[in-house]
């Protein structure tokens, strides 16, 4: 189904109906008219004005329903890093949340500073580590499986569905050299974001939240940095290829798991991490609609370039 589906007037009426009953119990009530912002094949958002300000209300796909109680356990445990759910329905996957504020993206042009990144990456190691101990009740969720073990068998299915051309192919051997490599390193799988980018990011006060996890999967941690560091930040306040050294970066993300694996070269880690992150992307993130955000990732898991 495509987007059509989150247009529907019976779905609308459904959304709309379970939104009041939700404001109700919460002792809020709706001020003016719902709006639709956002409206994509996976998910779609509306946004409810109340008497308190406004809350967003977003629904997603059967591939993506997990989000609604992977929310809920982060927010249990990292609470001031996710924030918590107003309303959730876990069975059809629908949230009410309240306003976040600004995102990294409207903030970092105004500010011309990247400085905010320090702070989020350092939130997104200690949600990882908040739920290391949580990896089969995430999978219980419905959570996407991506452990390393099982990546270069998704990677070739990826490459039969997608009838991927032959340089693709041939990096499956690459897939297993770098699966075996980051193994190595004895860093643990956990929830990793993977679509961790400017807009996923909101701004409260010094603090930032991380929003948005539906793309998330069980992996390993550190591939979270490829779309972080390589699809963001490099590309600096005025949006110029490797115009920033990621590398402060990068260890503010590391700080925290230095503090897990003392003695561990987490630096050396990342290297492989990094490239697995865009095959790992490309797998999980796979819309057949959508099929050249696979190619600009596939591209950039073999040449560092889209």
């Known amino acids: 189904m495509g987007e059509e589906r989150w247009t529907d007037e019976a779905w609308r009426a459904a959304a709309h109906g379970w939104i009041e009953q939700r404001l109700t119990g919460l002792g809020l009530t709706r001020t003016g008219e719902v709006e639709q912002p956002h409206v994509a094949p996976w998910s779609t958002v509306l946004r409810v004005p109340t008497d308190a300000g406004a809350v967003f209300f977003k629904a997603n796909d059967d591939q993506l329903r997990h989000e609604a109680a992977l929310v809920g356990l982060l927010a249990s445990r990292v609470p001031e890093r996710v924030p918590p759910l107003l309303a959730v329905d876990v069975d059809r996957g629908w949230?009410?949340?309240?306003?976040?504020?600004?995102?990294l993206r409207e903030v970092v042009p105004r500010e011309r500073s990247l400085d905010r990144w320090y702070d989020a990456l350092?939130?997104?190691a200690r949600i990882q580590l908040a739920v290391e101990d949580d990896v089969e009740d995430l999978l219980a969720l419905g959570v996407p499986d991506h452990r390393l073990a099982g990546v270069p068998a998704g990677y070739a299915r990826l490459m039969d569905e997608i009838d991927a051309e032959p340089r693709f192919r041939r990096a499956q051997g690459y897939v297993e050299e770098l699966c075996a490599e980051l193994a190595s390193y004895g860093v643990p799988d956990t929830v990793q974001h993977d679509d961790l980018h400017d807009a996923q990011v909101f701004v409260q006060g010094d603090r930032?939240?991380?929003?948005?996890w539906g793309d998330a999967c069980v992996s390993q941690p550190f591939c979270v940095l490829s779309v972080a560091l390589e699809g963001v930040i490099a590309w600096g306040v005025d949006d110029v290829e490797d115009s920033v050294d990621t590398t402060p970066f990068r260890d503010a993300y590391l700080a925290p798991w230095a503090e897990r694996l003392p003695g561990v070269d987490l630096?050396?880690?990342?290297v492989p991490a990094l490239r697995l992150g865009w095959a790992v992307r490309a797998v999980n993130g796979h819309v057949p609609e959508d099929g050249d955000r696979t190619l600009t990732r596939l591209r950039m898991f073999l040449d560092g370039r889209v």
């Open 208 to 212: 930032q939240l991380v929003m948005d």
């Open 95 to 103: 949230m009410l949340m309240s306003d976040a504020g600004e995102t």
């Open 267 to 270: 630096a050396a880690a990342v």
């Open 122 to 124: 350092d939130a997104v």
